[in-house]
């Protein structure tokens, strides 16, 4: 049999065809590495994100292969030779899967070692990510194989790409993104709009066995011989369908699991003044830490003592608990998994300490927050890669004004502006009227 998938590899279009999948998945990935270099389970998300590139790609191939076999008349020499059909499919059938899983395997260790350095939380949900796309390549390849056996022509491969790729485009913008709809395509429900994404079991579970289904009708249509009983594909649709909707989880079920608790829970410093980050930014304390305690030493005159992760999420909606003694920081990530913009770390630890609680909502002052802290770190608030993400000159004029006070007078604003906004309380004049 070996030796048959030997022969298979090198007489087919199946080498080819993965070389051509796996460069184009790298590519993709490495020209859009901000998007996944939060960690193991954003990259493999991402990667099914860019099935609506390989998945058309795989099918196209497919198409090729049979249209290469009609031409050069193998059906009709191999259906003179008294061997059961099986043995004359199931070797095509076995070397494109094997392309195109290999391909999507590649591609997948082409873009880890920008982040293997980095990235520590590995959930058990990545694999049943990577799996699920490791079906979708197989039944786009057999699809191919299909379509390209049903209608021989020259036109078949780029026209199955392009509606293949148009269809996996247009979809998930065309329908909305949850519950079924994300069960019948993988590459639907896979943008992440946070670190602590990821994709529920029972959804995994029910785009796997759509897949199979689609590639088990793939199968069926590819080795009719009589094109009458091309329906028998239907059953096998039929079947999956109805499985997949027994298993994918609606309405809150599947919001509730777009995120990952475990990623969200804070890993510490052994030591003080503590220093937490969420689990899926475990890799990032190192580069964190200093950042973070020399903040910490700017507030030893108010009650917090220690830094934490902000880990609040807009969808679905959630927040960390809010404590008196707690400074919340917003991480982010680079292209290279790193730490991006370090220099505005401690402004934002600060300014978040000078704004108060979540719960103030519309009462909070970022521009008096963002003076008293950049009057701590004796820093002009400037907008640029390093400092504010925007220009806000009233927080420029605010802490100009500061640095003219003598240090004692500025100090004791700025206190009464921390005591303030962990009262909510309104802070607008505090600093330019002086301590109350």
């Known amino acids: 049999m070996n030796r048959i998938l030997g022969i298979e590899l090198r007489r087919s279009a199946a080498l080819g065809a993965a070389l051509l999948i796996?460069?184009?998945?790298?590519?993709?990935?490495h020209a859009t590495a901000g998007r996944w270099s939060t960690g193991w389970m954003?990259?493999?998300?991402?990667?099914?994100?860019y099935l609506a590139v390989l998945s058309p790609l795989a099918m196209a191939a497919g198409a090729w292969q049979s249209y290469r076999e009609h031409r050069a008349n193998v059906a009709e020499l191999l259906a003179a030779v008294?061997?059961?059909r099986p043995q004359r499919v199931v070797p095509i059938l076995a070397t494109t899967a094997l392309a195109v899983l290999v391909a999507y395997l590649v591609t997948l260790l082409a873009a880890a070692p920008r982040i293997a350095d980095t990235a520590r939380y590995l959930p058990p949900a990545a694999f049943f990510v990577v799996a699920v796309g490791l079906v979708a390549m197989i039944a786009s390849v057999w699809l191919g194989l299909a379509v390209g056996r049903l209608v021989p022509a020259l036109a078949t491969a780029p026209a199955l790409a392009v509606i293949g790729f148009a269809l996996l485009i247009i979809g998930p913008h065309a329908l909305p993104d949850g519950g079924f709809t994300a069960a019948f395509s993988p590459a639907m429900g896979m943008s992440m709009f946070s670190d602590y994404d990821t994709v529920d079991g029972g959804v995994s579970a029910a785009q796997a066995l759509w897949m199979a289904a689609v590639a088990v009708a793939g199968v069926v249509l590819f080795v009719v011989q009589n094109r009458k009983f091309a329906f028998a594909a239907l059953l096998p649709l039929a079947i999956g369908a109805t499985a997949t909707a027994l298993v994918v989880p609606t309405g809150d079920a599947y919001d509730q699991g777009t995120l990952d608790p475990v990623a969200q829970e804070l890993v510490c410093t052994d030591d003080t003044p503590r220093v937490c980050v969420s689990r899926a930014h475990e890799g990032l304390l190192p580069e964190v830490t200093p950042k973070a305690r020399h903040a910490l030493e700017l507030l030893t005159k108010t009650s917090i003592v220690e830094a934490h992760e902000d880990t609040s999420t807009f969808s679905?909606?959630?927040?960390?608990?809010?404590r008196a003694d707690t400074a919340l920081m917003s991480i982010t990530v680079d292209k290279h998994g790193h730490l991006a913009h370090p220099g505005r770390l401690e402004p934002t630890l600060l300014t978040?300490?000078?704004t108060g609680p979540l719960s103030c909502g519309d009462n909070r002052n970022f521009t008096v927050a963002t003076a008293a802290a950049h009057w701590l770190l004796d820093r002009e608030p400037t907008a640029g890669p390093?400092?504010?993400?925007?220009?806000?000159?009233?927080?420029?004029?605010?802490?100009k004004g500061l640095q003219a006070l003598p240090r004692a007078e500025a100090e004791?604003?700025?206190?009464?502006?921390?005591?303030?906004?962990?009262k909510c309380q309104d802070t607008t004049d505090l600093l330019s009227r002086g301590a109350r």
């Not at 796996?22 to 990935?29: N, Q, S």
């Not at 679905?316 to 809010?322: L, V």
């Not at 390093?386 to 802490?399: C, I, Q, T, Y």
């Not at 004791?412 to 962990?422: P, T």
């Open 316 to 322: 679905p909606p959630t927040s960390p608990r809010s």
């Open 386 to 399: 390093e400092g504010l993400e925007f220009d806000d000159p009233d927080a420029v004029k605010l802490w």
């Open 352 to 354: 978040g300490a000078f």
């Open 42 to 49: 954003a990259l493999a998300m991402t990667q099914r994100e």
């Open 22 to 29: 796996a460069v184009a998945g790298a590519i993709v990935l």
């Open 82 to 84: 008294p061997r059961p």
């Open 412 to 422: 004791a604003r700025v206190i009464a502006v921390y005591q303030a906004a962990q």
